[in-house]
Protein backbone atom coordinates (compact mmCIF):
# COMPACT_ATOMS: atom_id res chain seq x y z
CA UNK A 1 0.00 0.00 0.00
CA UNK A 2 1.72 3.25 -0.96
CA UNK A 3 1.45 6.62 1.05
CA UNK A 4 -1.33 8.24 -0.69
CA UNK A 5 -3.30 5.04 0.03
CA UNK A 6 -2.82 5.23 2.90
CA UNK A 7 -3.36 9.10 3.73
CA UNK A 8 -6.96 8.41 1.55
CA UNK A 9 -8.04 5.44 3.46
CA UNK A 10 -7.04 7.59 7.06
CA UNK A 11 -9.09 10.62 5.56
CA UNK A 12 -11.97 8.44 4.62
CA UNK A 13 -12.19 6.28 8.00
CA UNK A 14 -11.79 9.79 9.94
CA UNK A 15 -14.68 10.93 8.17
CA UNK A 16 -16.82 7.62 8.33
CA UNK A 17 -16.06 8.21 11.87
CA UNK A 18 -17.89 11.46 12.05
CA UNK A 19 -21.01 11.03 9.74
CA UNK A 20 -19.68 12.49 6.96
CA UNK A 21 -19.41 15.62 8.47
CA UNK A 22 -16.46 17.16 6.71
CA UNK A 23 -16.06 20.55 9.56
CA UNK A 24 -15.83 17.33 11.98
CA UNK A 25 -13.32 15.70 10.08
CA UNK A 26 -10.86 18.36 8.98
CA UNK A 27 -10.72 19.53 12.62
CA UNK A 28 -9.63 16.16 13.23
CA UNK A 29 -7.09 15.86 10.26
CA UNK A 30 -6.15 19.36 11.77
CA UNK A 31 -6.36 20.16 8.49
CA UNK A 32 -8.47 23.12 6.76
CA UNK A 33 -11.49 22.28 4.99
CA UNK A 34 -10.79 23.28 2.01
CA UNK A 35 -7.78 20.82 1.50
CA UNK A 36 -10.04 17.67 2.72
CA UNK A 37 -12.26 18.82 -0.18
CA UNK A 38 -9.23 18.73 -1.94
CA UNK A 39 -7.85 15.10 -0.64
CA UNK A 40 -11.18 13.95 -1.40
CA UNK A 41 -11.70 14.90 -4.60
CA UNK A 42 -8.47 13.26 -5.72
CA UNK A 43 -8.96 9.97 -4.09
CA UNK A 44 -9.63 7.39 -6.93
CA UNK A 45 -12.94 5.47 -7.16
CA UNK A 46 -10.85 2.65 -5.37
CA UNK A 47 -10.68 4.37 -2.14
CA UNK A 48 -13.29 1.54 -0.60
CA UNK A 49 -10.59 -1.04 -1.54
CA UNK A 50 -7.90 0.62 -0.23
CA UNK A 51 -9.85 1.17 3.61
CA UNK A 52 -10.44 -2.32 3.44
CA UNK A 53 -7.09 -3.40 2.60
CA UNK A 54 -5.89 -0.97 5.55
CA UNK A 55 -8.53 -2.87 8.12
CA UNK A 56 -7.27 -6.23 6.77
CA UNK A 57 -3.81 -5.56 7.50
CA UNK A 58 -4.40 -5.19 11.37
CA UNK A 59 -3.74 -1.21 11.18
CA UNK A 60 -6.06 0.42 13.80
CA UNK A 61 -7.52 3.49 12.64
CA UNK A 62 -8.19 6.27 14.93
CA UNK A 63 -11.53 7.33 15.90
CA UNK A 64 -12.70 10.78 16.99
CA UNK A 65 -12.71 9.56 20.79
CA UNK A 66 -9.19 8.33 20.48
CA UNK A 67 -8.11 12.06 18.75
CA UNK A 68 -9.56 14.01 21.56
CA UNK A 69 -8.62 12.29 24.85
CA UNK A 70 -6.31 14.37 26.85
CA UNK A 71 -3.15 12.37 28.39
CA UNK A 72 -3.51 10.68 31.53
CA UNK A 73 -1.36 12.44 34.17
CA UNK A 74 1.60 9.83 35.07
CA UNK A 75 1.75 11.90 38.80
CA UNK A 76 0.22 11.56 41.97
CA UNK A 77 -2.50 14.36 43.17
CA UNK A 78 -1.36 13.75 46.56
CA UNK A 79 0.41 16.20 48.31
CA UNK A 80 3.56 15.30 49.88
CA UNK A 81 3.91 14.66 53.75
Not at 19 to 30: P, Q, S, Y
Amino acid sequence: MSLDQLEQAYVHAVLDSVNGNKTEAANILRIDRKTLYRKLEDSSADSSDTLIALEHSGHRTQTHSDAVEPPRSTTSSKPFD
